[in-house]
């Protein structure tokens, strides 16, 4: 039984589209494949509409994604042919087709079967929804954040195959435009910049590797490009299954940036992975511990909270100064390398000074 709302539409200027954003529907109600269609008629987004591709069991829908490599999103059924059969699919799609662009929005409408912490925190999934929860209103403003995501996705991939002589630019450019998104202070990745650069030089790095992650750390957050604006904004708490969205953005950081034989890129996608590890093991995405945490991310993960807890975000007000040197302290050899962190007050008034003029 199909459970959507379908709301009545208002007259629109009907658009010339060169070209539709490819849309799969994977479900083994026909009823549902019908309604989609249908509320998604007089889509539009980007002056594009979409071309809604059906499957009704993970198998076809394999087969489908193997000759159509341009899919922008697919709304996934969870129990299809077996039980878990969408759940099957997400890995086959992410490892065995090497597909990290398209956007994965799991529905279903036995949600017992498959518990939405769980899952969000196992399957490489961007989005979960009981289907009784997408109505019209609902099911576009899902499709538009997640080709929001999937179009600035291909457009990083795209900018990181061109990247030749002007990296350092464009890595900046980009994560400037991740912190316009997230609401936050313009000169926070040239602020976690120069602190990432100077912090290398005490650590004993050469200029060379200092200026490289002067000019990679600007990227750490650059995953957050692919977290819905309803988590990424929110001025509150996070509800557990929302911060498990949100750590997703190391991984997704990673799969935009790896692959890459440029220094700088290479260098960029080990900062996007490894800047929220912790050093008593208990961060995130992998867990690390000490020095198996890479010396980019150990040091951009002191400069990206330093800076972040002196500036004002959705979430939460600036911390005094003090209370921020107290904090780093508190967390030496917990979350922070504690030679990073001596090296860090052995220098502060260095630090300071040239943070001044970011």
């Known amino acids: 039984m199909a459970v959507f709302k379908i709301a009545k539409s208002k007259n629109r200027e009907q658009t010339s589209l060169d070209k539709k954003w490819k849309i799969a529907v994977v479900d083994d109600d026909e009823e549902v494949h019908i309604i989609t269609k249908s509320v998604l008629s007089k ?24 000759r159509e490599d341009d899919v922008a999103v697919i709304f996934l059924d969870v129990v299809m042919e077996s039980d878990d059969a969408g ?12 597909n990290s662009e398209i956007r994965i929005v799991l529905r ?18 961007n989005d979960y929804k009981e289907k009784t929860e997408l109505t019209a209103t609902k099911l576009y403003t899902t499709l538009i954040s997640s080709l929001r995501a999937y179009e600035n996705i291909r457009s990083i991939k795209e900018l990181s195959r ?6 350092s630019d464009i890595i900046k450019r980009l994560g400037n435009m991740v912190e316009n998104r997230s609401k936050e202070t313009g000169t926070h990745v040239e602020r976690v910049a120069k602190l990432s650069y100077n912090l290398a030089k005490f650590a004993g790095l050469s200029e060379d590797e200092a200026l490289r992650l002067q000019m990679a750390s600007p ?15 929110k001025p509150g708490k996070f509800e557990d299954d929302e911060f498990e969205f949100m750590k997703s953005h190391a991984k ?11 220094e700088i890129l290479k260098a960029a996608a080990i900062v996007a992975h490894e800047h929220h590890e912790k050093w ?15 010396i980019y991310g150990r040091i951009t993960a002191i400069a990206d909270v330093f800076d972040a807890l002196s500036q004002e975000r959705v979430y939460k ?20 390398d504690p030679n990073l962190i001596d090296l860090f007050f052995e220098n502060i008034d260095v630090i300071l000074k040239d943070l001044e003029s970011a």
Do not use: C
């Open 252 to 262: 997704i950081g990673y799969e935009i940036l790896g692959g890459s034989n440029r």
């Open 317 to 336: 007000k600036a911390w005094k100064r003090d209370e921020i040197f107290d904090f780093l302290r508190s967390q030496r050899a917990k979350h922070f």
């Open 87 to 98: 759940l099957k699919l997400v890995p086959l799609i992410r490892k065995e087709l090497q």
């Open 219 to 233: 990227m750490h957050d650059v995953g957050k490009i692919g977290i819905p604006d309803s988590i990424l904004l």
């Open 108 to 125: 279903t409408g036995q949600p017992g079967s498959a518990p939405e912490k769980e899952v969000i925190r196992d399957y490489d999934i």
């Open 162 to 167: 061109e990247i030749i002589d002007t990296q």
């Open 43 to 66: 889509f539009e987004f980007e002056k594009r509409g979409v071309e809604i591709l059906s499957a009704y069991s993970a198998k076809e829908a394999l087969e489908l994604l193997k």
């Open 280 to 294: 008593d093991g208990s961060g995130y995405p992998r867990g690390l511990k000490g020095e198996e945490i890479h």
